[in-house]
Nanobody, 123 residues
């Protein structure tokens, strides 16, 4: 499956952005979708994930209560709504697809990746 992220940009602290992850192929809705981010000089870290059926979501503690993940089966797209953004949220954001088993919090658990979209939050 091919994944393409969009919606990144620059925003001031306290602002909001919504990222999209568009998937190709009829099997997109059979994959769990994870969101990860990689800040300057940092490891790629788990942000959150949504199950293939969209019934369950999971979040890193650092974004819980501020970020929300959803998906629309009809247009093969997953979303990451980011509110109350902080400068420490600045990173390249990636979506990834996992086909087998349950949700994984590890980047090694995902089979397909997008190229990422830059999010910059200024203070």
């Amino acid at each position: 499956v091919r994944l393409v992220e969009s919606g990144g940009g620059s925003v001031q602290a306290g602002g909001s952005l919504r990222l999209s992850c568009a998937g190709s192929g009829r099997t997109f809705n059979s994959y769990h979708i994870g969101w990860f981010r990689q800040g300057p000089g940092k490891e790629r870290e788990f942000v959150g994930a949504i199950t293939a059926l969209g019934g369950s979501t999971y979040y890193a503690d650092s974004v819980k209560g501020r970020f929300a993940i959803s998906r629309e089966k009809g247009n093969n797209t997953a979303y990451l709504q980011m509110n109350s953004l902080k400068p420490e949220d600045t990173a390249v954001y990636y979506c990834a697809a996992r086909g087998a088993g349950g949700i994984s919090y590890s980047k090694n658990g995902y089979d397909y990746w997008g190229l990422g979209t830059q999010v910059t939050v200024s203070s």
